[in-house]
């Protein structure tokens, strides 16, 4: 594979497929590069149970409403994968996988982007990789020492895999809430979950809809000038979603204060006071994966990369896309990531032209 064209876009999940909209309907020639073998970006990795926070029609991406899943308020990861698929079929977006890109490198009034299947020349590149693929897992004295399994939660599927096992749960936000939730519910499974702080569950009433528009407007007040509103933050760390509303009002949801250490055979807190576990589960969160960045040089504080809106203010040429409320209010999530897809698209017709 090998070519010169306008613009290759890195990632065929959720972002890359949105910035293939409207880099289709501005009538640019360009790619879509996925590592991935299949459709469906990191959707297809989830663990079993997992449900979007907000209903299929504000989970949708510019131009596609998602159809409703039958006997589902809240769509499953299966049904977003479906939807993703033919969303890419719907709109023919030239998607090429699986080809894993090495690295974006600057080559005269040009980017080179270098894969496993040869480079393409672009005037332009929009990476949407996301942050699925580097997951974070926080450096805990005794994690060299413990005889048991850890894993991330990209590792985690289903309660079965479990069972017999003392579980220790680590984190506490939505991921650590849901599988927490997930594994309470089922029998033979002695279960700890360790918190930093106590969980704060968002009201019942909010989903993805009031989280998409906290986050819009913390946005507009931040580029105005005015008082930080505090974004999704401010409102709790936890969407109580059906399974977790469940588990909680059961009384199956009670944390603990993080643990000091991991031991030999389990965990001890700063008291002195110790549980045994077969099995820690770190849903400690992600770091946007940004490696074949690297040779531009534009990496800044929290490994993140100085942008005006998606535009990386190092290297106009390049657009960051789908990674989190930096580059875009709520722009890591399906509802959040067209407008700024449409904004980045819109700055690259302008600036080839």
């Known amino acids: ?67 409703v899943q039958p006997g589902q308020e809240y769509p499953d990861a299966g049904h977003v994968v479906r939807y993703l698929t033919d969303y890419e079929h719907r709109y023919d977006l030239p998607l090429h996988r699986p080809v894993r890109v090495h690295t974006v490198v600057r080559d005269g009034d040009r980017l080179r982007v270098d894969t496993d299947a040869g480079h393409w020349s672009a005037r332009a590149v929009v990476s949407a990789t996301g942050t699925w693929w580097r997951p974070f897992v926080p450096a805990v004295p005794g994690q060299g020492i413990f005889a048991g399994r850890q894993l991330h939660t990209t590792g985690y599927r289903r309660p079965s895999e479990f069972t017999g096992q003392r579980v220790v749960v680590v984190g506490g936000g939505n991921s650590a809430a849901q599988i927490t939730a997930d594994l309470a519910g089922h029998d033979g499974i002695d279960l700890t979950w360790a918190t930093q702080r ?104 929290h490994g993140h990369i100085a942008t005006d809106g998606t535009r990386a203010l190092g290297e106009p040429r390049l657009h960051l896309l789908g990674y989190g409320d930096w580059t875009g209010p709520a722009s890591a999530t399906l509802i959040g990531v067209g407008r700024p897809a449409r904004d980045a698209v819109r700055q690259i017709t302008d600036l080839l032209a």
Not at 38 to 59: E, I, K, M, R
Not at 243 to 260: H, I, N, Q, S, W
Not at 278 to 297: K, N
Request: proline share 6%; with cysteine; glycine share 12%.
């Open 1 to 67: 594979m090998t070519g010169a064209i306008d613009v290759v876009v890195i990632g065929g999940g959720q972002a890359g497929l949105a910035a293939g909209y409207h880099l289709r309907r501005n009538k640019l020639d360009f790619v879509v590069l996925d590592a991935q073998s299949a459709p469906g970006g990191a959707w297809q990795h989830t663990w079993d149970s997992l449900h979007l926070f907000s209903p299929a029609a504000y989970s949708s991406l510019p131009g596609r409403i998602m159809p």
């Open 198 to 301: 106590p969980p704060r569950f968002l009201a019942d009433d909010i989903d993805g809809r009031a989280l998409f528009d906290a986050a819009t407007a913390r946005r507009r007040a931040l580029d105005e000038g005015r008082t930080d509103t505090g974004g999704v933050a401010s409102l709790g760390d936890i969407v109580a979603v059906p399974p977790v509303r469940a588990a909680r009002d059961a009384g199956l949801l009670k944390a603990r204060p993080m643990f000091e250490s991991l031991t030999a055979h389990g965990v001890r807190w700063s008291d002195g006071t110790t549980a045994r576990a077969d099995t820690v589960i770190w849903c400690t969160g992600f770091r946007p994966a940004l490696s074949h960045l690297a040779a531009l040089g534009l990496r800044g504080t």
